[in-house]
């Protein structure tokens, strides 16, 4: 048994009320000017005001003590929604884009994620492996500690296995918690132009049993958009994973409500991402159905769209969490501090609203509320050190990192 006694921290941290947080909990932050925390085994044993944890009698029996100097302490941050297992950046498509092109019709002509596709689909394990590891490690530095990397660029079942297979490799050999999302319905492959069907067939009948039968990924996705897989097709697929016992997300709302936020209320997924389009009546549905939603600023902000209505979310009592969304084609950041950034810049957030939804709403995003996300008795003390007096800091020292120090179940795992 190992006892850590952390001192000397500004501590600010979501408080977990078993679900989600919305509404005006989801501004609700506990906050210890000068604080401290005792770990045991990676899992926290006392938190609060230094002078109180200190007179705790576990306090005694303390392996090490270890000085925040005074510097800010939150939790890691939960990125839980990633497509960075991928190979090949797309900086030539991203140029066409500032030129004006649209992303929707590269994508119909075969570029877009079906060039993604094809990298992923000729590069050698080690090479996927290789560059999905680059990306996971950048998010550590930036403060994310526990992390959802989703499939998506097979779109064969070999390949979709395949990155699951990496994916589940690297959540082994990186000190962050990774969960597996399947998304083999992230766009029509080109065997199957003109035959949507037959492709969501494949999904349902031989990807997702696959998947399930190795305990491949916790949650499945679906990009429900114009074009790309609509409404009745993304709900046969969900209807299915969620028959093999996977857990639900949808791509819903991002360029054209199609109806995606509608099924997420329907079939009461744990959470919608994206919602740029999303009517303020599904809004209210999903809210009732207690699904979170993730947005995805650096999302909007690389594609020049308007941003998700955020601080009406909240008052119409949608749990929010954020996340980078990671990906070589509509935002390419692994910095949960720049999303944070933009979340209180540019989508009306509180600072604090702001922190409880790149932790804990965010944990609750990927079924790991229970385990991470706050600063609680009982929580993994995954934590970070912050140059700053608050978590302010994240939004107002802009494009740097003020992340000193990231700790996961008590392990010092990344110091500048
Ligand atoms: O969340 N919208 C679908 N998937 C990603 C983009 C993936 C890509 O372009 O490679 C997204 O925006
Ligand atoms: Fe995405």
């Given at each position: 048994?190992?006892?850590?006694?952390?001192t000397?921290?500004?501590?600010?941290?979501?408080?977990?009320?078993?679900?989600?947080?919305?509404?005006?909990?989801?501004?609700?932050?506990?906050?210890f000017?000068r604080?401290?925390?005792?770990?045991?085994?990676?899992?926290?044993?006392v938190?609060?005001?230094?002078?109180?944890?200190?007179?705790?009698?576990?306090?005694?029996?303390?392996?090490?003590?270890?000085?925040?100097?005074?510097?800010?302490?939150?939790?890691?941050?939960?990125?839980c929604?990633?497509?960075?297992?991928?190979?090949?950046?797309r900086e030539e498509?991203?140029?066409?884009?500032?030129?004006g092109?649209?992303?929707?019709?590269?994508?119909?002509?075969?570029?877009?994620i079906?060039?993604?596709?094809?990298?992923?689909?000729?590069a050698?394990?080690?090479?996927?492996?290789a560059?999905?590891?680059?990306?996971?490690?950048?998010?550590?530095q930036?403060?994310?500690?526990?992390?959802e990397i989703?499939?998506?660029?097979?779109?064969?079942?070999?390949?979709e296995?395949?990155?699951?297979?990496?994916?589940?490799?690297?959540?082994?050999?990186?000190?962050?918690?990774?969960?597996?999302?399947?998304?083999?319905?992230?766009?029509?492959?080109?065997e199957?132009?003109?035959?949507?069907?037959?492709?969501?067939?494949?999904?349902?009948?031989?990807?997702?049993?696959?998947?399930?039968?190795?305990?491949?990924?916790?949650?499945?996705?679906?990009?429900?958009?114009?074009?790309?897989?609509?409404?009745?097709?993304s709900?046969?697929?969900?209807?299915?994973a969620?028959?093999?016992?996977?857990g639900?997300?949808?791509?819903?709302?991002?360029?054209?409500?199609?109806?995606?936020?509608?099924?997420a209320?329907?079939?009461?997924?744990?959470?919608?991402?994206h919602?740029?389009?999303?009517?303020?009546a599904?809004?209210?549905?999903m809210?009732?159905?207690?699904?979170?939603?993730v947005l995805?600023?650096?999302?909007?902000?690389?594609?020049?769209?308007?941003?998700a209505p955020?601080?009406?979310?909240?008052?119409l009592?949608?749990?929010?969490?954020?996340a980078?969304?990671?990906?070589?084609g509509?935002?390419?950041t692994e910095?949960?501090?720049?999303?944070?950034g933009?979340?209180?810049?540019?989508?009306?957030?509180?600072?604090?609203?702001?922190?409880?939804?790149?932790?804990?709403?965010?944990?609750?995003?990927?079924?790991l509320?229970?385990?991470?996300?706050?600063?609680?008795?009982?929580?993994?003390?995954?934590?970070?050190?912050?140059?700053?007096?608050?978590?302010?800091?994240?939004?107002?020292?802009?494009?740097v990192s003020?992340?000193?120090?990231?700790?996961?179940?008590?392990e010092?795992?990344?110091?500048?």
């Amino acid at each position: 048994m190992i006892r850590k006694l952390f001192t000397n921290g500004r501590i600010f941290s979501p408080l977990d009320q078993g679900t989600p947080l919305a509404g005006e909990l989801q501004g609700r932050v506990i906050h210890f000017p000068r604080g401290a925390m005792c770990v045991c085994n990676g899992l926290i044993e006392v938190v609060g005001n230094e002078e109180e944890v200190l007179k705790n009698p576990v306090c005694r029996r303390i392996d090490l003590e270890v000085d925040c100097r005074g510097y800010c302490v939150i939790p890691g941050f939960v990125d839980c929604h990633t497509h960075m297992c991928f190979v090949k950046r797309r900086e030539e498509e991203f140029v066409q884009r500032l030129e004006g092109a649209d992303y929707l019709e590269i994508l119909r002509r075969g570029g877009g994620i079906l060039s993604s596709v094809r990298t992923v689909r000729e590069a050698p394990d080690a090479e996927l492996h290789a560059m999905t590891r680059r990306h996971a490690r950048a998010a550590l530095q930036l403060g994310t500690t526990t992390l959802e990397i989703k499939s998506g660029y097979g779109l064969e079942t070999a390949s979709e296995l395949r990155m699951l297979r990496i994916i589940g490799q690297l959540g082994r050999e990186m000190p962050q918690d990774v969960v597996a999302t399947f998304l083999g319905a992230h766009a029509l492959p080109w065997e199957f132009t003109g035959n949507p069907d037959d492709y969501v067939d494949l999904v349902v009948h031989e990807m997702i049993p696959a998947v399930a039968k190795e305990g491949l990924a916790r949650f499945c996705d679906v990009f429900c958009e114009r074009g790309v897989f609509d409404a009745g097709q993304s709900r046969r697929i969900l209807e299915s994973a969620r028959s093999w016992g996977l857990g639900l997300k949808i791509h819903a709302d991002e360029l054209h409500d199609v109806g995606g936020a509608a099924l997420a209320a329907d079939l009461r997924v744990t959470s919608a991402e994206h919602l740029l389009r999303s009517s303020e009546a599904n809004i209210r549905a999903m809210a009732r159905a207690g699904v979170t939603g993730v947005l995805l600023p650096a999302t909007a902000y690389s594609m020049r769209k308007e941003y998700a209505p955020a601080r009406r979310m909240v008052e119409l009592g949608l749990p929010i969490a954020i996340a980078t969304d990671c990906n070589p084609g509509t935002g390419y950041t692994e910095s949960m501090p720049f999303v944070f950034g933009l979340s209180v810049l540019n989508m009306g957030l509180s600072i604090r609203e702001a922190l409880v939804a790149s932790t804990l709403n965010a944990a609750y995003a990927v079924g790991l509320g229970r385990k991470v996300g706050s600063l609680e008795v009982g929580k993994q003390a995954d934590f970070l050190l912050l140059d700053g007096d608050s978590p302010a800091i994240l939004a107002y020292h802009a494009g740097v990192s003020p992340v000193v120090e990231v700790y996961k179940q008590g392990e010092p795992v990344y110091s500048c």
